[in-house]
T-cell receptor
Framework: DTGVSQDPRHKITKRGQNVTFRCDPI?????LYWYRQTLGQGPEFLTY????????KSRLLSDRFSAERPKGSFSTLEIQRTEQGDSAMYLC????????????FGPGTRLTVT | GQNIDQPTEMTATEGAIVQINCTYQ??????LFWYQQHAGEAPTFLSY??LDGLEEKGRFSSFLSRSKGYSYLLLKELQMKDSASYLC??????????WGAGTKLIIKP
């Protein structure tokens, strides 16, 4: 257990539905990252927060994706109008600041869109 | 740009030694990471190199050559539980992690 939790662990949804995932970081970690990982690939960066500020979003993040970290603690990632191509593992990583090197990952949320 | 490569799959024997190579090209560099990922689980941190040379940590060692854009992870005295994917990632000038696709390591008895 790294201290980073994600909920739910698994989500099956039908195409066109909206889904929301949650990440609870290690409490003193102010940087929080969202990644997407498909089978046989490394994680792909989606977005990150420094406290409550969303500082960068990948070009991979279409308008259907939105992320928030309202109080600089937990974060949510919402996907609207899901598509089959959204099926993947969604990972949350956190670290103690820009210059902290080790990133700790939650167990991930596996999304299956049918 | 972002370019990082590692072999897709490797096979080794229990008790043996295996070296997993990683090459990268980047204009900004703030260190090289190795993570272990078992199937269906999140990556777990193994090592971090920011200076050239070898870092040893128990059965695992990691090497970096910045001038060659090259790193390797060395696993000694392989155990069946070492069967996993090993992800190489560099930290770019914005302190973001850029990941390779991972090397699936299969350990045979």
């Amino acid at each position: 257990d790294t201290g980073v939790s994600q909920d739910p662990r698994h989500k099956i949804t039908k195409r066109g539905q909206n889904v929301t995932f949650r990440c609870d970081p290690i409490s003193e970690h102010n940087r929080l990252y969202w990644y997407r990982q498909t089978l046989g690939q490394g994680p792909e960066f989606l977005t990150y927060f420094q406290n409550e500020a969303q500082l960068e979003k990948s070009r991979l993040l279409s308008d259907r994706f939105s992320a928030e970290r309202p109080k600089g603690s937990f974060s949510t990632l919402e996907i609207q109008r899901t598509e089959q191509g959204d099926s993947a593992m969604y990972l949350c990583g956190t670290k103690g600041g820009a210059y902290a090197y080790e990133q700790y990952f939650g167990p991930g949320t596996r999304l299956t869109v049918t | 740009g972002q370019n990082i490569d590692q072999p897709t799959e490797m096979t080794a024997t229990e008790g043996a030694i295996v070296q997993i190579n990683c090459t990268y090209q980047t204009s900004g560099f703030n260190g090289l990471f190795w993570y272990q990922q078992h199937a269906g689980e999140a990556p777990t941190f193994l090592s971090y190199n920011v200076l050239d040379g070898l870092e040893e940590k128990g059965r695992f060692s990691s090497f970096l050559s910045r001038s060659k854009g090259y790193s390797y992870l060395l696993l000694k005295e392989l155990q069946m539980k070492d069967s996993a994917s090993y992800l190489c990632a560099y930290m770019d000038s914005n302190y973001q992690l850029i990941w390779g696709a991972g090397t699936k390591l299969i350990i045979k008895p």
